[in-house]
């Protein structure tokens, strides 16, 4: 609800150490399907990686708004999760 924003999570079994932008991710999260309409999601994420969006769509109706990514395209009605189990839509909750 608002402009679009970035955010970054480094996992890792050994301490990190790096604190900076990440311009090759192996995985992309979209908390809000809108967003494919006008921000590249896929800008950098590596062809051996995934992105996950939170839609009612499925995979194969979402290459066209993804600039023909390669990788792993997954789909999650997180919306309908969060109001199953929370009573409430809570878009980063699921």
Request: glycine fraction near 8%; aromatic fraction near 8%.
């Amino acid at each position: 609800m608002g402009a679009p924003l970035t955010a970054y999570n480094r996992i890792s079994d050994n301490p990190i150490t790096i604190h900076s932008a990440i311009y090759e991710p192996n995985y992309v999260v979209v908390v809000d399907d809108t967003l494919l309409d006008c921000v590249d999601v896929t800008a950098g994420l590596k062809e051996d990686g995934a992105i996950l969006v939170n839609t009612t769509k499925d995979a194969e109706s979402l290459k066209a708004k993804l600039k023909g990514y390669n990788g792993g395209i997954y789909t999650i009605d997180a919306r309908s999760i969060s109001i199953e189990a929370l009573g409430k839509y809570f878009p980063d909750t699921p």
